[in-house]
């Protein structure tokens, strides 16, 4: 009996022990409410080029659709657009405005998370390539020298082709801004210069922010103990619905891109997410179509779903 009740005491302590430690969750209060939709590039800026299409003409259709889903599903939730028209951003006339631009609207709307839509691109050229190769290699003989010098030498006569190679770089990826914790990465942080695959944001380069001004710093750090969780979140589910549709997931990655910079160097979470890529006939062809954008669309709104109920329940982003 004692034993008993010792049990239940037991039980009961640790279970008032668990709640008390749970964390806070208001499930009836979005937190989430305004989300930036970013179609990369747009205008004079075409971005990757495919075989019949473009970069900024895909991102833009899909960024479009991506948003009336969203919006269907949580009509409260506040959309705002970089570009809804065929033009830089803003209708700006060079590539840094037009970042500076998606950036300063981004932060002005009060935004809460950024995705940004592009495509990706690899290779020589779209759909393939001719690489002009060897193809075959015939012995000549001759005579050299004059009396008992007198060799025989040979040399080969090389015969060329053109090979036909399939540009075959397929698959997803979602960026992330590289960064964490560690002061001595974000002190290289304007040193680097990896840009990825050929993702034309790559061409710009606004200046990078100077970890030696006080407020820089801070916003860095902040992002890097706050907002990368939330972005790496996002990521991971975006990139865990591609692989479930059957999509190559190729991960997510992280790239110290200016276009993924400038936004979270202000204040939001921010994911870069390459749709496929524009280079390989199919996915081309995929990327274009009904049912892609459609599939493409639903596997992002599905991680967008998870990733608004983690952050609105508190379960993600609380700052340290
Ligand atoms: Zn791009």
């Not at 209708?91 to 970042?99: A, E, S, W």
């Not at 860095?220 to 975006?238: D, E, G, T, V």
Request: proline share 4%; with cysteine.
């Amino acid at each position: 009996m004692k034993r008993t009740i010792l049990l239940f005491s037991c039980i009961g302590l640790i279970s008032l022990a668990l709640v008390s430690f749970m964390p806070p969750s208001a499930p009836n209060r979005a937190i989430l409410k305004t989300l930036v939709i970013d179609p990369g590039h747009g205008g004079s800026d075409p971005g990757a080029r495919g075989t019949f299409s473009t970069e900024a003409a895909v991102s833009l259709e899909v960024a479009t659709k991506l948003g009336k889903a969203i919006q269907k599903e949580f009509p409260d939730l506040k959309i705002i657009y970089t570009r809804t028209m065929d033009q830089m951003a803003g209708n700006k006339k060079t590539k840094l405005d037009d970042l500076h631009y998606r950036a300063d609207l981004a932060n002005e709307s009060n935004g809460e998370l950024f995705i940004s839509i592009h495509c990706n691109s690899a290779g020589k050229k779209a759909g393939g390539w001719y690489d002009r190769v060897v193809t075959g290699k015939t012995p000549v003989k001759r005579v050299v020298g004059k009396g008992k010098k007198k060799k025989t030498v040979t040399s080969y006569k090389y015969s060329y082709g053109n090979v036909w190679h399939e540009n075959i770089a397929h698959g997803t990826e979602t960026y992330v801004w590289a960064m964490n914790k560690n002061d001595a990465k974000i002190n290289s942080v304007s040193q680097i210069e990896y840009y990825g695959e050929i993702d034309s944001t790559a061409a710009v380069q606004p200046a990078l922010p100077d970890p030696s001004d006080p407020a820089e710093k801070a916003r860095m750090l902040i992002y890097a103990q706050h907002y990368f969780r939330k972005s790496l979140s996002l990521a991971n589910l975006i990139e865990e619905e591609f692989s479930a549709s059957g999509r190559l997931s190729r991960g997510v990655k992280q790239r110290n891109d200016a276009g993924i910079w400038v936004l979270q160097a202000t204040g939001m979470p921010s994911v870069l997410v390459e749709l496929g890529f524009i280079s390989n006939k199919e996915e081309e062809e995929y990327l274009n179509s009904e049912k892609g954008q459609s599939e493409i669309v639903e596997d992002i709104l599905s991680a967008f779903r998870s990733y608004k109920q983690k952050v609105d329940t508190k379960q993600i982003g609380t700052t340290p």
